[in-house]
């Protein structure tokens, strides 16, 4: 990963519906002061992120061209244990949750979903990574 303190954690939205990312772009422009916004169409273009930055926090589909969000989900989690998985899916099956977080997501959004129920799940995000980071020293990719 790279060493420059001045850069921010990433919070990287993954979703080919770029209706999807977009909004969902617009909705965390209020983080933009603490963590670098970035947005991939597929898990495939995420992955560079993976291996470069610290990431705060991932929102991923599930459905997406040549690399699915579960794959992902795996990927991130044997790359960076410590960032935090949201895996938002419209698959209609009842297994797609449970392997979600046996992919090792943080959490889980069924599509559609309301503005309230991702509030929702960010607010612990935040409060986990604030409970995460009391009295640990900072590191060159920020306190996590």
Do not use: C
Request: zero cysteines; hydrophobic letters at 50%.
């Amino acid at each position: 990963m790279a060493d420059d303190p001045m850069l921010k954690p990433i919070i990287l939205v993954v979703d080919d519906d770029p209706s999807v990312r977009l909004l969902i772009h617009f909705f965390l422009a209020r983080y933009r002061g603490e963590y670098e916004i970035v947005l991939a169409a597929d898990g495939a273009e995420a992955l560079g992120y993976v291996t470069e930055r610290e990431l705060a926090l991932v929102i991923t589909d599930n459905q997406m061209p040549r690399l699915s969000g579960l794959e992902l989900t795996a990927m991130v989690k044997a790359q960076q244990p410590a960032a935090y998985v949201l895996l938002i899916s419209a698959d209609l099956l009842d297994a797609i949750e449970p392997a979600a977080y046996q992919a090792g997501a943080d959490a889980f959004l069924a599509k559609p979903f309301r503005i309230d129920q991702l509030q929702a799940i960010l607010d612990g995000v935040w409060a986990a990574r604030r409970e995460r980071t009391v009295g640990q020293p900072t590191t060159a990719f920020g306190a996590s």
